[in-house]
């Protein structure tokens, strides 16, 4: 790690990676938010959330990031931001840091990051008995277009290659499943290896869970926390979301991540507005 | 709410509405940690939560939580503390609000506050099948007792009434379960009722999960994270735990709450470091 100051290593120069550059340091850095990684013109949560995750680590000198909080404060949009960075707590095993994304002087996402090193070699000490998800087999999923139904451009699916498992791909024929609930498999378009700053991505690549409920509208995330717990194996990463309760407006998902060893490698929860296509009540989602 | 500045209300006088008064404002409280709340001399996470939101809060003249997000950056203790706030956004139907508390200078606990207002007399949208969870009844558990097995004090439970599902009580008996599950029932002792910033509270109440794989060492909490879904019933509140992976120190622990009515009214997940009591690693869990 370059350990505050410089600009970022961005060794592979994947588009992930130069997306997610960020300059300056060690209180003060600037980013550009890639128009590359937006579904609607809107960049994605997760690519945000990675964004100023590479900023927290580079500012605190630790190679990966444990535990990312994130709450999503008012619409970002492509183009220049201002990040910054506070240390928190500067520890041999744990560092945090909270990062503050702002554009022309609003603020973005605020995020605390907890970081340290994840371990490559350790084993699980106690797993749950389910284990990986049984996903349909990638070459029987339905492959991301970088448009959705509708014509909404989702530019996203042009760098992150996604395959949706049948299963939960009901909304995309106008017959959405009913449940909170989506399922498929990720990587990196330009064959970029996964670590867990680019798992920050992963966990928000599938499309809402909400769709799946019939429920088409945008779906504002207002806060995204992620564990990471893995360093990925080479390979598709599959992605399991299920959501607990839509109420009011609001409503939860949880995914995890599992490489192609069968470890789980991330595990993220967002909480998250979706409202009916025409909504009835007054209140919006953001203000 | 008092919407900035002033002393806090307390309105029911419940040692929990005591133990988590703010006083200052808007920017700059103070609190005083209480020793009623501790576990081994240690003041409980969700306790901490509930403090700084309640400034948090009041900051942003919101009635309730909807989603909080803590990182615990070194161990607080029982005693006077400094609350810095500061709004990040203030909305109609959203705002949000970052609290550091302090003890002599140094940071313990960071949180970001998303709050809002839990309409009543919504009814859930769509909700998982699985309803509420399958607990012993109230009159088979096991009372919880302000001091642990090896005579450590929990004074936590002389303000928390709590029953421990025998399912998950081996550990007390010196035969830990196996699984990082965790299951009871809760309330507050002096009868306050719950309401979305005791809930805070409730989510951490029950002894960590790590307990049943054996792991009787403490459990420091890295991140806690709270989604507030619903304002609960009067009566016992119904708490399940569980985690997924125990790996390399580190765990991941669930929580829902669900209230006397058979409604989910609180979703948390922490990460936590837990060890071997003889620890053969050289790495600690905090710095």
Same mark, same amino acid.
């Given at each position: 790690m370059a350990g505050g100051g410089q600009r970022t290593e961005?060794?592979?120069?994947s588009s992930f990676d130069l997306a997610t550059a960020v300059r300056g340091g060690p209180e003060r850095w600037t980013a550009e938010v890639d128009?590359?990684?937006?579904v609607a013109g809107r960049p994605n949560g997760g690519y945000l959330l990675a964004l100023v995750t590479r900023a927290a680590l580079e500012a605190v000198g630790?190679?990966?990031?444990?535990a990312v909080s994130g709450h999503f404060l008012s619409p970002a949009e492509p183009g220049p931001a201002a990040l910054a960075v506070r240390v928190l707590r500067a520890g041999r095993s744990l560092s945090t840091a909270r990062v503050t994304l702002a554009q022309e002087g609003a603020a973005r996402l605020e995020a605390l990051v907890t970081a340290g090193r994840v371990d490559p070699d350790v084993d699980p000490g106690w797993r749950r008995a389910t284990g990986p998800p049984d996903l349909t087999p990638v070459e029987d999923c339905l492959p991301g277009r970088p448009e959705l139904p509708?014509?909404? !451009? &989702?530019?996203l699916l042009s760098h992150l290659d996604l395959r949706l498992d049948p299963a939960t791909a009901g909304w995309l024929a106008g017959r959405p499943g009913g449940r909170l609930e989506m399922r498929g498999w990720v990587r990196f378009a330009d064959g970029r290896a996964a670590d867990p700053l680019a798992l920050l991505q992963v966990v928000d690549a599938?499309? !809402? &869970?909400s769709f799946e409920l019939g429920l088409a509208s945008w779906a504002p995330t207002v806060e995204l926390t992620v564990y990471l717990r893995g360093l990925p194996a080479p390979g598709w990463l599959a992605c399991v979301v299920a959501g607990q309760l839509w109420q009011g407006g609001w409503f939860d998902e949880q995914a995890e991540v599992w490489d192609s060893a069968g470890r789980l490698v991330a595990q993220s929860r967002q909480f998250a507005g979706a409202r009916p296509a025409a909504p009835a009540g007054d209140a919006e989602p953001t203000p």
């Open positions: 961005t060794a592979s120069g128009p590359g990684w937006t630790q190679p990966h990031p444990l509708g014509g909404v !451009p &989702a530019r599938l499309p !809402p &869970a």
